[in-house]
């Protein structure tokens, strides 16, 4: 079974700029998370969907957005990007976020700079 | 907001060394995962603990989950360069599907 991806790996943009990341779930999970990941604030919960649905979001500022498609794709998307945005940002799906144990499995992540 | 405290936050050692990290929070989680993250890549599952007192064993590497469900240790025996990255811990708390994760412990073991 394929893992998780994220496209693409890399990206570099100017401050002001917007960019949208994308990530394919593994075959079969319906929920997708999204994480900011910096060397100072390590792992930070971004939002989670579920069915096409927002289930759960984090404490991140308007810029921050996303959506879910109804093949359980997902995309997030920054907008007037600010320096502070540079980071890693991971996706992760799991099966379903009504399972107690909630096992979630992440991709390689985009490395995002912003100069 | 609910912290989950590791420690240490470094720790090098050499090639066949024991060692522990920690994993401390004051919330109660209703399961608890570690992963490991080499650079440049997201974080891999190793263990997921559901019950107060549970132990997994995982070849060399040994998870415990607190009896109260607040704490957590991994414990690597023999520790070989490959064990090398960043080890995170990350708690449920059951009624919110995201995982807060842990400050996250850098392992470094040299030959």
């Known amino acids: 079974k394929a893992g998780v991806t994220q496209t693409p790996r890399y990206l570099i943009k100017t401050r002001g700029q917007q960019v949208t990341l994308s990530c394919s779930p593994i075959?079969?999970?319906?929920?997708v998370s999204w994480y900011q990941q910096t060397p100072g604030q390590g792992l930070q919960f971004l939002f989670e969907y579920f069915s096409e649905t927002q289930r759960n979001k984090g404490n991140f500022p308007g810029r921050f957005s996303g959506r879910q498609f109804s093949n359980s794709r997902s995309e997030m998307n920054v907008s007037t990007l600010e320096l502070g945005d540079s980071a890693l940002y991971l996706c992760a799906s799991s099966l379903t976020r009504d399972r107690i144990v909630n096992e979630q499995f992440f991709g390689p992540g985009t490395r995002l700079t912003v100069l | 907001t609910q912290l989950l405290e590791q420690s240490p936050q470094f720790l090098s050692i050499q090639e066949g060394e024991n060692l522990t990290v920690y994993c401390n929070s004051s919330s109660v989680f209703s399961s608890l995962q570690w992963y490991r993250q080499e650079p440049g890549e997201g974080p891999v599952l190793l263990v997921t603990?559901?019950?107060?007192?549970e132990v997994k064993k995982l070849k060399r590497l040994t998870f415990q989950f607190g009896d109260a469900r607040k704490d957590s240790s991994l414990h690597i025996t023999a520790a070989q360069p490959g064990d090398t990255g960043l080890y995170l811990c990350?708690?449920?708390?059951?009624?919110?599907?995201?995982?807060?994760f842990g400050t996250g412990t850098r392992l470094q073991v040299t030959l």
């Open positions: 990350a708690g449920d708390t059951g009624t919110a599907s995201k995982l807060t």
């Open positions: 603990v559901v019950t107060g007192g």
């Open positions: 075959s079969g999970h319906r929920s």
